[in-house]
């Protein structure tokens, strides 16, 4: 039965998996879910998440130095368990065990080689270290950094398992032809598309340090246009007193640097992709990326906008804000991964024969 279960296939589900779980992660943050489950992995010491608040506060009782920092008497209410519950059952149950069967197939698989097997031991490694990552966020309460480190090792794990789907593509020559680029284009690119990834990513990661950073999303004001978006309680420039109530000045900051070098890079891709037989391939990922760099300013524009005194933010803005960032850093990791899949095969290649 293992016999037929493809492992290029079941790498394809992993990684749409995994972005699940990143986007109910996003769920979590919006709802105030994140502390809803104050140990781990049980919920209030029960494997369900129907809690109710007078359970919750016999827990408390009995555990008064988990109290969050809530306080005792706050209550969450059972949707809140249980977006943090199903985020851990899907985590736990489902993408941890394939996650180990895909490596016991691509192990066992004649058709891998030296390289594949490597990075399926890397997402093994990373998934291991992308739970107690989750312990350690719930054990700090859901520090703004902690909750960062736990999206970028997220995205770690991701960027592995696209790994290994490439690798495993060209093992058994099943290479798209989406990510087949100019050899000589991809060459002159890898380092440009390695720091526009590097780069999207620090935007990423300063936006997530905003978002959970409290009373960081108004740090600009909330006094519409040009006011507060693009400008900074109506300046361009400010003096930075203190990182984390500032915080979302210095992301802005960091987002227009990315969000000019990607436009340099899309022109650039433009003039340079008519010289190569595959230029276009490239090209059309550099758009890609620009586009989803682009589009995401565009809502976080609007995220800001959208405040009123009644109802704060709507924050099914900032989810939208931060899957479309999560989308460009993979789509340019990505891109830079498929530039390098092939040398890294070739030599391994040439060593076993």
Same mark, same amino acid.
């Given at each position: 039965?293992?016999?037929?279960?493809?492992t290029?296939?079941?790498?394809? %589900?992993?990684?749409?998996?995994?972005?699940l779980?990143? @986007?109910?992660?996003?769920?979590?943050?919006?709802?105030?879910?994140?502390?809803?489950?104050?140990?781990?992995?049980?919920?209030?010491?029960?494997?369900?998440f129907?809690v109710?608040p007078?359970?919750?506060?016999? /827990? =408390?009782d009995?555990?008064?130095?988990?109290?969050?920092?809530? %306080?005792?008497?706050?209550r969450?209410t059972?949707?809140?368990?249980? +977006?943090? =519950?199903?985020?851990?059952?899907?985590?736990g149950?489902?993408?941890?065990?394939?996650?180990?069967?895909?490596?016991? #197939?691509?192990?066992?698989?004649?058709?891998?080689n030296?390289?594949?097997k490597?990075?399926?031991?890397?997402?093994?490694? !990373?998934?291991?270290?992308?739970?107690?990552?989750? =312990?350690?966020?719930?054990?700090?309460? *859901?520090?703004?950094?902690?909750?960062a480190l736990?999206?970028?090792? @997220?995205?770690?794990?991701?960027?592995?398992?696209i790994?290994l789907? !490439?690798?495993?593509?060209?093992?058994?020559?099943?290479t798209?032809?989406?990510?087949?680029?100019?050899?000589? #284009?991809?060459?002159?690119? &890898?380092?440009?598309?390695? /720091?526009?990834?590097?780069? $999207?990513?620090?935007?990423?990661?300063?936006?997530?340090?905003?978002?959970?950073?409290g009373?960081?999303?108004t %740090?600009?004001?909330?006094?519409?246009?040009?006011? $507060?978006?693009?400008?900074?309680?109506? &300046?361009?420039? *400010?003096?930075?007193? *203190?990182l984390?109530?500032?915080?979302?000045?210095?992301?802005?900051?960091?987002?227009?640097?990315?969000e000019?070098?990607? #436009?340099?890079?899309?022109?650039?891709?433009? &003039?340079?992709?008519?010289?190569?037989?595959?230029g276009q391939?490239?090209?059309? /990922?550099? =758009? +890609?990326?620009?586009?989803l760099?682009?589009?995401?300013?565009?809502?976080?524009?609007?995220?800001?906008?959208?405040?009123?005194?009644?109802?704060?933010?709507?924050?099914?803005?900032?989810?939208?804000?931060?899957?479309?960032?999560? #989308?460009?850093?993979?789509?340019?990791?990505?891109?830079? !991964?498929? +530039?390098?899949?092939?040398?890294?095969?070739?030599?391994?290649?040439?060593?076993?024969e």
């Amino acid at each position: 039965m293992l016999d037929r279960i493809s492992t290029r296939r079941l790498t394809a %589900g992993l990684i749409a998996v995994t972005f699940l779980v990143i @986007a109910i992660g996003g769920v979590i943050r919006i709802y105030d879910a994140g502390e809803s489950c104050p140990d781990w992995p049980t919920c209030f010491g029960s494997w369900s998440f129907d809690v109710s608040p007078d359970e919750q506060e016999i /827990w =408390w009782d009995e555990n008064p130095d988990e109290i969050d920092s809530r %306080g005792e008497h706050h209550r969450y209410t059972t949707f809140q368990i249980f +977006t943090e =519950w199903v985020h851990r059952l899907i985590a736990g149950t489902i993408l941890g065990p394939l996650v180990l069967l895909n490596w016991f #197939l691509v192990r066992r698989d004649d058709e891998s080689n030296t390289a594949t097997k490597m990075v399926a031991n890397v997402s093994v490694a !990373l998934i291991v270290w992308q739970g107690l990552i989750g =312990w350690f966020t719930v054990e700090m309460d *859901n520090e703004h950094w902690s909750v960062a480190l736990h999206l970028a090792s @997220a995205l770690a794990f991701e960027l592995s398992l696209i790994w290994l789907w !490439l690798c495993i593509s060209r093992d058994t020559n099943e290479t798209p032809k989406w990510i087949e680029f100019d050899p000589v #284009l991809a060459t002159r690119w &890898k380092n440009r598309i390695a /720091w526009l990834g590097f780069g $999207s990513f620090i935007a990423l990661f300063a936006g997530v340090f905003v978002a959970t950073t409290g009373g960081a999303n108004t %740090g600009c004001g909330v006094n519409g246009f040009a006011e $507060s978006w693009p400008l900074c309680h109506g &300046k361009l420039f *400010n003096t930075i007193e *203190n990182l984390e109530d500032q915080s979302q000045i210095i992301h802005r900051w960091i987002v227009a640097i990315v969000e000019i070098a990607l #436009l340099a890079a899309a022109w650039l891709i433009m &003039k340079e992709q008519k010289q190569h037989q595959h230029g276009q391939i490239l090209r059309n /990922w550099i =758009w +890609t990326a620009t586009g989803l760099f682009l589009l995401n300013v565009v809502v976080g524009a609007f995220y800001i906008f959208s405040w009123t005194a009644d109802s704060g933010f709507e924050e099914w803005l900032s989810l939208l804000h931060l899957l479309l960032a999560s #989308l460009t850093f993979l789509v340019l990791a990505t891109v830079w !991964l498929s +530039t390098s899949v092939g040398t890294l095969y070739d030599t391994t290649v040439e060593t076993l024969e």
